[in-house]
């Protein structure tokens, strides 16, 4: 069963040596990550699964010990999944970002998987798949990693799109109100186009969560570098 969440954003930005300079600018997001992370480590989770967005040699399951690195953006870096015996394949970016989380709390509560979900995953299949998830243990809890539109703004990766403005508003208010309806309710076609990476995570979410009776918090909502990035912790 889903005792608790935690949704981030997954930019390799998130990690100040990859940052560099302009590290400062997402302090305030990494100080909400890590306060999200002390919910679900208050709810004493007898498993953590890490899920965030995917390119096909990153979907799927991904077991304790798996590692990844930030050699694709110009850092010797390297970060390991939880305690367990290395693996060859490499964790993709946003799990990456998700292991730097971990290791920057220094997370100890219990054994943590991952979890790579594929950006175009239909929303039924993402809602059977959190099913799943919560099915895994007594105490599960999920650490959901996934960005909103990348268009806020022209100089936005994806360019400026009037549309993105309200998209964010209505995925930050279902995050911040736990809001499973809404999150599931999230169109699949608009998010793509708008190159919102964290809509199969959260439907993923959405699935876990559906008889959980979880309550959220916001705990920060802004769109650096024109992407929307949310914190939101469920407890």
Known sequence: MLVAAAVCPCPPLLVPDVAA??????DAARTACADALGVIAAARPDLLVVLG????????????????SFHGFGVDLEVRLGAGK?????????????????????????PVEGLGVGELLAAERCEAVGRELAARAERVALLVMGDGSACRTLKAPGYLDERAADFDAQ???????????????????????????????????????ETAGLAGQLLYEDAPYGVGYFVAAWS
Do not use: I, M, N
Not at 55 to 66: I, K, M, S, T
């Open 171 to 209: 995925t930050a208010r279902a995050l911040g109100a736990a809001d499973v309806g809404a999150l599931k309710a999230l169109d699949e076609s608009l998010a793509y186009e708008l190159k919102a990476a964290g809509r199969a995570p959260w439907q993923v979410l959405a699935g876990a969560a």
């Open 53 to 68: 967005p995917a390119e096909q040699d990153g979907r799927g399951p991904h077991f304790a010990g798996a590692t990844g």
């Open 21 to 26: 300079g302009a590290a400062p600018e997402l």
């Open 86 to 110: 290395a693996q060859e394949r490499q964790l993709p970016p946003s799990l990456a970002v998700g292991a730097w989380l971990l290791t920057r709390v220094q997370w100890a509560d219990g």
